[in-house]
């Protein structure tokens, strides 16, 4: 269970997920609003491209032109509106509960880290040469991963149709997880838009998310316990 910070404490300013969600915004908007030739260069240059990294030369060249700061940069390009919206809405969703646990700082290098080691991987998976990897999804996928590992207990509200009205309700948050995580694996192989969405970054992320949050988790529990003088 994770130890809260006595409430005698002044709660942190959460700064690091208004400020994802502005930069991504932003990001988008000012993509959109350059012409498609440059639009597309863009994209080019800033993403992550696969297959690029198959050899040990691949890697050292890699590093010294730089191109690894593509894995970074690629979280901040979207394709669409609906890609840039669905990734916004995760972040606040699982975003804000992790920033309040971790700190705006922790939060922050899980982004940026979650979401490299998730395009790093789409990099080595994707078969194809040359496909753009783009997006903040492995990057929220990392998010999902730190706050099963964070709230294990937690419940998650979801709206059912149920004939002709919706019904509101809570569902422990690990059953909602585990069949996203399920799900993402399947269509690694077999899922829709195959070839086009990388899954794999969903799920390289989403581990490391788990990983990250448990060991910043023990972290704290060790600075609470200090500062009570256990």
Request: glycine fraction near 10%; charge should be positive.
């Amino acid at each position: 269970m994770f130890v809260a910070i006595p409430s005698r404490e002044r709660t942190p300013l959460r700064w690091a997920t208004p400020l994802l969600f502005s930069a991504l915004w932003l990001c988008f908007i000012g993509a959109e609003l350059l012409p498609d030739p440059a639009q597309h260069r863009l994209m080019m240059e800033w993403g992550a491209l696969s297959g690029g990294l198959a050899s040990p030369q691949d890697w050292l060249q890699a590093l010294r032109d730089g191109s690894t700061l593509r894995l970074f940069s690629a979280l901040l390009l979207h394709a669409d509106w609906a890609h840039l919206l669905g990734n916004l809405v995760f972040l606040l969703i699982f975003g804000l509960p992790a920033e309040r646990a971790m700190g705006p700082w922790r939060l922050l290098a899980l982004f940026l880290l979650g979401g490299a080691v998730a395009n790093l991987a789409a990099v080595i998976a994707i078969g194809t040469p040359d496909r753009l990897i783009i997006g903040a999804s492995g990057a929220v996928s990392a998010l999902i991963g730190a706050y099963l590992a964070l709230f294990p207990g937690a419940k998650l509200g979801v709206v059912v149709p149920l004939g002709l009205f919706l019904q509101f309700v809570k569902v422990p948050a690990p059953l909602l997880i585990g069949v996203w995580a399920l799900l993402q694996l399947v269509f690694t192989f077999i899922g829709p838009a195959f070839g086009a969405v990388a899954w794999s970054a969903h799920l390289a992320g989403f581990a490391f998310g788990g990983a990250f949050a448990l060991i910043a988790r023990a972290g704290i529990v060790r600075r609470l316990r200090r500062k009570r003088g256990f």
